[in-house]
């Protein structure tokens, strides 16, 4: 019933959970970080560089499923600093058509994982 997707193109998980996992025609999208596949380094040299690399490693798993970011439905954002809300906001809409946007929000945490400043998770429908 449920399909365990996984690509070598993004991030391996640093724990027990999948990439990713499809139930149906539903996709449901671990957290990404920042992490460059490739090398296993962090790119956070600014927060810019970083939002596009955790966007890259979604768009890989989107991918791995048969989907695009014109299939997302919902993506939760966790930021370490909100007030980096205006800058991560701006690459972020570089992969959305305004007018299709999924659904989201935006959420000030303590910390992230590898003390990480953004991490993005999604739901999509497979088509």
Avoid at 4 to 9: G, K, L, S
Avoid at 56 to 73: M, P, Q, W, Y
Avoid at 92 to 118: C, H, S
Wanted: charged share 15%.
């Amino acid at each position: 019933m449920k399909k365990i997707i996984y690509t070598d193109q993004a991030p391996a998980p640093v724990g027990p959970y999948s990439q990713a996992v499809q139930v149906g025609q539903t996709l449901y999208v671990s957290g990404q970080i920042a992490i460059d596949p490739a090398s296993g380094a962090l790119v956070t040299s600014d927060i810019e560089a970083e939002t596009h690399q955790v966007m890259r490693n979604l768009g890989k798993i989107l991918e791995a499923a048969g989907c695009t970011f014109e299939h997302v439905l919902k993506c939760t954002v966790f930021v370490s600093d909100i007030e980096l809300y205006g800058r991560i906001n701006a690459v972020y809409a570089e992969y959305f058509d305004e007018a299709t946007a999924p659904a989201r929000e935006l959420v000030q945490v303590a910390n992230l994982p590898k003390g990480v400043n953004v991490e993005i998770s999604a739901i999509a429908v497979v088509p």
